[in-house]
C-alpha cells in the first residue's frame, strides 16, 4: 500500500488524508461523514447506478456521483450544497414513483435505506398520481425471495453474485421501468452464500423465506457472537424476540475474518440451541439432581485407577472449557489420557471472496493451543486402534449434529462407563454405555473463546439465558473439583 | 432579628448565624374551638339537623335511581364512545389487517399479540395477514391508540361498553371475534 500516493481534500469543511485510489464516499465514510448510498458498497464493485449519493465538487458544474468520483488533491467537497441537498431529493422522488410504499407488510421496514433516506434526503409527500408500475414476485432460491416492485435496481445482489460467490445466478431482465432481477433460465440462487444478498439488498426487494414475516425488526434485540458452524469463526450479530428465541443470525462486519459475509449454513444453524436439549443431569437413563449426578460421576471418575480413564474432548468446546478440562484431570485423575475429536473435516468451498472451510470444527486449534493435541483426529484413530478396555471415559462433546465415526463407536464400545458432557439428548447418550449424562450449554448461552482457523482468537458472549438445567463445563468442573475435595475430607472417598 | 424571637443566649457566634438563619420555631399551643358558644340550643341537640338528612334520603327513596345493575343493563353511550375493538374487512369480505404490527407496538397496555402468515396465493395485492390476533380485554385501556396506529384502517372501535365474563379466557378475544364483532 505504501506506493499509493496519499492525497488531502476538504469534506464539509475538514481535512481529510485518503489513498489516491479512493473515491469521495469511501474517504467521507472513513472519516465518519455521512453521505447517503444504496448501490455503493465497500466490498462490491463500483456501479454508480443509484444516484443518491450527490455531492456537491468545488468547480464542478454539476453535482456528481460521491460513489465513482476518484478523491484528488486539493477537492473540495461538500455534502449539504444546496444543488446537493436538492438533487438527492429528486433521486428519492424517482425510487418512490414505482414503489410500492407496502411497508406495512415488508420485512425490511425498520432496517431499509429507502425509509431513511425518504426521511432524511426526501420529500414529504409524493406528487406521483399516474399508475405504478407493478412487477412480478418470486422465489429466487431456497432461502430467498424477490419483491420485483419493491426493487431499485441497485444490482448489489447482482454484484455479489458475480464477484463474492462467483456463481453469478442474477441479472437484470427487461428495460427501463419494467427492469426487474432474476435468475437466468433453468438456475436458482441456490449457492451457499445467498442469503448475503438479502443483507446487502438495501430495501425489502430481496427477502429471507427462513426469516420471512416472523417478525418486525423493531421488536429484536441483538446480541453480537461468533459462529461456530465452521473453523471461520465469522462475527455475527444474534436477533432475538421478546421471548428471547433466536429468530435470526447475521454477520458483523469484521474485516479480518468474514469481512460482511457470512454462509447461509451458519446463519440457520441455531435450531439445535432449542430441539432436542438435555435438560437434567441424567444416572443411569434417570432423572438425578446435580449433587447425585456429579457424586455418580466423581465415583467413576476417581474410583478407578487414573490410567483406565479417558478423556475425550471435542473441538467444540471454548478455550475456557478445555482449560478446565485439563486443570480437573491433573488435580482429580492425575494419568488420564486426554484425546481430541471433531467433526469429520470436508472439502473447503472456495469462492472469489470468501472461503467456507471444510473444519467444520470452532476451535480446533484450542485443542492444539490448550491440551497440546496436534491432530485431533490421528489422536482418535490411535485409540481406537488399541484394544485394551478403557475404565471410564469421559466425554466432553458440544457437537450439534455431530455423526458418529466408526471409530468413535469403537472407543465406546470399549469403555465400561461413559461420563458424558453435552447439551443435546442425541444419539450419543442413546448409544448404550453412558452411565452419567451432565448438561452443559451451547455456545448461544455460554462465553469463551473459539480459535479461527487462522489462529485468531475470538471472545463471545452469552447471547440468550439458558433454556435447560445445563451449566458451563468451567463451573461444572469446578463443583466437581469441590466435591471431590469434600469426599476427601470426610475421608469418604472410595 | 430581635432578640426576643430567640430567647436562648447564644453561646458561640457560630451559634448566633445559625440562630438568625433559621427562625426559632413557633410556640405549639393547643387550639380549643369555642364554637359551642356560638351555638344556639337548637343547633346543639342537633335533631334539627338529623331530622334534614333524613328528609334527602327519603325524598331519594321516590326518584328514579340514577345507577343501573352493570353488568345485567347496559349503559347508553355516545355514538363515538371507544368501546370494544372490532377488525374490518374490504369489499370483498377479507379482513383489512397486514399484520404490521403497528397496533401491537403503539399499545401502551401490551394488549395485542399477533403472529403473522403469509397469505393465501389467491389474494391478489396482499402478503401478510394475522395469523393470531389477540385482544387481551382485561389489559386494554381502551385508548384507541390502535385505531390511530393503523396503517389500512383495519382496526376501530365500535360504541360497544366492554362485556364482563366469568373467566378471564373468555376476555381474550381472538381474529374471529374481532372480526365479527
Known amino acids: ?494 | 432579628m430581635s432578640a426576643d424571637m430567640t430567647p436562648q443566649t447564644p453561646q458561640t457566634e457560630t451559634a448566633t448565624e445559625a440562630a438568625i438563619e433559621t427562625p426559632a420555631p413557633r410556640l405549639l399551643t393547643r387550639t380549643v374551638l369555642k364554637t359551642s358558644q356560638k351555638m344556639s340550643w337548637v343547633t346543639r341537640i342537633y335533631l334539627p339537623m338529623l331530622l334534614k338528612g333524613l328528609m334527602i334520603s327519603l325524598r331519594e327513596f321516590f326518584r328514579k335511581p340514577v345507577t343501573f345493575n352493570y353488568p345485567e343493563q347496559r349503559p347508553k353511550v355516545s355514538e363515538r364512545f371507544r368501546g370494544e375493538h372490532r377488525l374490518t374487512k374490504d369489499d370483498e369480505g377479507k379482513m383489512k389487517c397486514v399484520a404490521c404490527y403497528m397496533c401491537a407496538t403503539a399499545c401502551p397496555a401490551h394488549c395485542i399479540t399477533i403472529e403473522a402468515e403469509a397469505a393465501p396465493p389467491e389474494w391478489d395485492g396482499r402478503d401478510k395477514i394475522p395469523r393470531v390476533f389477540e385482544i387481551d380485554m382485561l389489559k386494554c385501556i381502551y385508548c384507541g391508540y390502535c385505531v390511530e396506529a393503523c396503517p389500512k384502517e383495519a382496526i376501530e372501535m365500535t360504541n360497544k361498553v366492554p362485556q364482563v365474563y366469568q373467566t378471564r379466557q373468555e376476555f381474550i378475544y381472538d381474529r374471529e371475534k374481532l372480526l365479527a364483532n
Open chain 1, 1 to 494: 500500500m505504501s506506493e499509493i500516493k496519499q492525497v488531502n481534500l476538504k469534506i464539509d469543511g475538514r481535512d481529510v488524508t485518503v489513498p489516491a485510489d479512493w473515491t469521495v464516499i469511501r474517504a467521507a465514510h472513513a472519516n465518519d461523514i455521512d453521505i447517503p448510498h444504496y448501490c455503493y458498497h465497500k466490498d462490491l464493485s463500483i456501479a454508480g447506478n443509484c444516484r443518491i449519493c450527490m455531492v456537491n465538487v468545488k468547480g464542478a458544474p454539476r453535482p456528481v456521483v460521491g460513489c465513482a468520483t476518484p478523491v484528488a488533491e486539493g477537492m473540495e467537497v461538500s455534502t449539504m450544497a444546496p444543488d446537493a441537498v436538492e438533487a438527492r431529493k429528486g433521486v428519492m422522488e424517482f425510487l418512490l414513483i414505482n414503489h410500492p410504499l407496502d411497508c406495512p407488510e415488508c420485512d425490511q421496514a425498520g432496517e431499509c435505506k429507502l425509509q431513511d433516506y425518504s426521511v432524511d434526503h426526501g420529500r414529504d409527500h409524493g406528487r406521483f398520481t399516474e399508475e405504478k408500475v407493478r412487477k412480478s414476485k418470486a422465489t429466487l432460491g431456497p432461502h430467498v425471495k424477490y419483491w420485483g416492485s419493491r426493487c431499485i435496481l441497485c444490482t448489489r445482489c447482482v454484484r455479489f453474485t458475480d464477484e463474492v460467490s462467483g456463481t453469478g445466478e442474477l441479472g437484470v431482465i427487461y428495460r427501463g421501468d419494467r427492469s426487474e432481477i432474476a435468475t437466468f433460465p433453468g438456475r436458482a440462487l441456490d449457492n451457499p452464500l445467498s442469503m448475503n444478498t438479502v443483507d446487502i439488498c438495501p430495501v425489502g426487494a430481496l427477502v429471507s423465506s427462513d426469516f420471512l414475516f416472523q417478525s418486525r425488526v423493531w421488536h429484536l434485540h441483538s446480541n453480537p457472537s461468533v459462529c461456530a458452524d465452521c473453523s471461520v469463526g465469522c462475527n455475527t450479530r444474534v436477533d432475538l424476540d421478546a421471548k428471547d428465541q433466536i429468530k435470526r443470525i447475521v454477520p458483523r462486519r469484521n474485516d479480518a475474518v468474514n469481512k460482511e459475509w457470512m454462509c447461509d449454513s451458519g446463519r440457520l444453524s441455531f435450531g439445535y440451541a432449542y430441539s432436542d436439549r438435555l435438560q437434567k443431569p441424567k444416572v443411569h437413563g434417570k432423572d438425578a439432581t446435580w449433587r447425585e449426578a456429579r457424586r455418580a460421576a466423581l465415583e467413576l471418575l476417581s474410583g478407578t485407577n487414573g490410567s483406565s480413564v479417558v478423556v475425550l474432548v471435542s473441538a467444540w468446546n471454548t478455550n475456557e472449557a478445555m482449560a478446565t478440562v485439563k486443570d480437573f484431570v491433573s488435580a482429580e485423575v492425575a494419568g488420564a489420557r486426554i484425546v481430541g475429536y471433531g467433526n469429520p473435516t470436508q472439502q473447503d468451498q472456495t469462492f472469489p471472496g470468501f472461503t467456507i472451510r471444510g473444519d467444520k470444527n470452532p476451535n480446533r486449534d484450542g485443542l492444539k493451543s490448550v491440551l497440546g493435541i496436534a491432530d485431533a483426529d490421528a489422536s482418535l484413530k490411535a485409540l481406537a486402534a488399541e484394544t485394551a478396555p478403557i475404565g471410564t471415559l469421559l466425554v466432553v462433546h458440544n457437537v450439534p449434529g455431530f455423526a458418529m465415526t466408526a471409530e468413535f463407536k469403537a472407543v465406546l464400545d470399549r469403555s465400561e462407563n461413559v461420563v458424558l458432557l453435552d447439551f443435546a439428548d442425541g444419539e450419543l447418550l442413546r448409544y448404550g454405555n453412558v452411565a452419567v449424562a451432565l448438561p452443559t450449554l451451547t455456545s448461544f448461552e455460554k462465553a469463551g473463546t473459539f480459535v479461527n482457523h487462522d489462529g485468531l482468537a475470538q471472545e463471545f458472549a452469552p447471547v440468550m439465558e439458558p433454556v435447560t438445567h445445563g451449566v458451563p463445563e468451567s463451573d461444572l468442573f469446578a463443583s466437581l473439583k469441590q466435591d471431590a475435595r469434600a469426599a476427601t475430607v470426610s475421608g469418604v472417598k472410595a
